[in-house]
């Protein structure tokens, strides 16, 4: 990842933060010029919560490429309380089995590597279960 993108891309990675359309109140993560809802101009920032629910999951035995140091993992398609869904690798499990409705919430964790050892170490949000 080049260093501009890193940065352009750090509110979305270490905060979720997103937008709100004023015509219409969608919540939309990840940030974008146009509304998905009612096609409206959607420039509002807006940060989530980072709490949420596991809406689905899978467990990555073998990993893509850049990720193969972390497998095996599980990855999770996770509803923000909020409303819009998000893809994110779920970290901190511990025995704890993983199901559909688990309470999740955001945290910020290394993602991976960019490049060689001097390369930019990239961190982002993953979530976790809620702690009890």
Sequence with gaps: MEVPRYWRLKKQRYA???ETCPHCSAKIFP???????CGGEAKTPFTFSGQG???SF???ASA???FEEQAPYTIALVKLQ???MVTAQLTDLGEEPVHIGMP???VTRKIRNDGDERGIIVYGYKFRPVMK
Aim: charged share 25%; aromatic share 4%; glycine share 12%.
């Design 31 to 37: 940030p974008r010029d146009i509304c998905p809802e």
């Design 16 to 18: 979720l933060v997103g």
């Design 104 to 106: 999740v919430e955001m």
């Design 53 to 55: 629910e596991v809406y």
């Design 82 to 84: 909020e409303g819009p």
């Design 58 to 60: 899978t467990h990555m």
């Design 64 to 66: 893509p490429a850049g």
